[in-house]
């Protein structure tokens, strides 16, 4: 359907948002929807039960 390979140094000049070793979309369906398939960087913090089931988002106070 596509080819995807790492991100090089024009990759990284063009976009900020990469950084690297992560991958990109070349050609085909990977490059048309790169946007939307690479999703928004960021942390998710998971609380596990002792069974390592996922209970939900940890709550940080500050």
Known sequence: ???ISEVNEGDLAKNKYYIQGEL???TG?????EELLRGRKGVQYIQKDRFN?????IKMVL
């Open 1 to 3: 359907m596509g080819y």
């Open 53 to 57: 089931r996922d209970i939900g988002p």
């Open 29 to 33: 369906v990977e490059r048309y929807y």
């Open 24 to 26: 990109r979309g070349r």
